[in-house]
């Protein structure tokens, strides 16, 4: 019973930004939306997460509606080591140790 | 940035052998540990929490008395899989977060070991 809609495949052409959006229409005030990506055969790495502000880090922007229903990740400038599935995950309070919930999340093919 | 290890990284066994996966925190500690499996193709689904000093958390369907889970330390969390079979074939992944107690650092997600990729043959 995922939280998140994704749409399960994107292509993006290198050197664009690549916007990855996700829904979470029934998130909860306390849940975090997290983003994760996992390129074949690793395990996923953390890319950033927001409760309702937009986040920036060194990976990645991460802009959620003010309804909080739904969000976007924004790789500014994709190269071909983006190539991956990104997950958006919704999860109760920052604090604790909250299980996270996996869905089917996006393939993202960047073309060179 | 915190790092979680996971060991080994692949293993080929024999049926009906045990096989030990190591996942420990590297520079925090962490009072809960989780651990997924991920099949082909598929999602990673949670198999178990692993709680430091008390007895691990199983989801619907997963046998506790064939995952077995130890969380001895603060930095270590290990999944017994005994007496492998082909089925239980798949990646093992573990995760962490930083922070301890039941308030966890503030604005800490959880880190991801690389997997354990398990064959039974």
């Known amino acids: 019973d995922a939280k998140t809609t994704q749409p399960p495949s994107m292509d993006c052409a290198e050197g664009r930004a690549a916007n990855l959006p996700c829904n979470h229409s029934?998130?909860?005030?306390?849940?975090?939306v997290y983003w994760y990506r996992q390129i074949h055969s690793q395990g996923p790495q953390y890319i950033i997460h927001?409760?309702?502000n937009n986040e920036t880090n060194e990976m990645a922007s991460l802009i959620i509606t003010e309804d909080r229903k739904s969000s976007t990740l924004i790789l500014p400038h994709a190269t071909l080591r983006d190539t991956a599935v990104y997950y958006c995950?919704?999860?109760?309070?920052?604090?604790?140790?909250?299980?996270?919930?996996f869905g089917t999340g996006t393939r993202l093919t960047i073309i060179p | 940035g915190a790092v979680v290890s996971q060991h080994p990284s692949r293993v080929i066994c024999k049926s009906g052998t045990s096989v030990k996966i190591e996942c420990r925190s590297l520079?925090?500690?962490?009072?809960?540990m989780f651990w997924y499996r991920q099949f082909p193709k598929k999602s990673l689904m949670l198999m178990a929490t692993?709680?430091?000093?008390?007895?691990?958390?199983?989801e619907q369907g997963v046998e506790k008395d064939k995952f077995l889970i130890n969380h001895a330390s603060l930095t270590l969390s290990t999944l017994t899989v005994t007496s492998a079979h082909p089925e239980d074939s798949s990646f093992y992944i573990c995760?962490?977060?930083?922070?301890?107690?039941?308030?966890?650092?503030?604005?800490?997600?959880?880190?991801f070991g690389d997997g354990t990729r398990l064959s039974i043959l």
């Open positions: 995760s962490a977060r930083a922070g301890t107690g039941i308030r966890a650092a503030s604005n800490q997600p959880q880190h």
């Open positions: 029934t998130i909860s005030g306390n849940e975090y």
């Open positions: 927001g409760l309702k």
């Open positions: 995950i919704v999860s109760p309070t920052n604090f604790g140790n909250e299980k996270l919930t």
């Open positions: 520079d925090f500690q962490a009072t809960t």
């Open positions: 692993s709680n430091e000093g008390s007895k691990a958390t199983y």
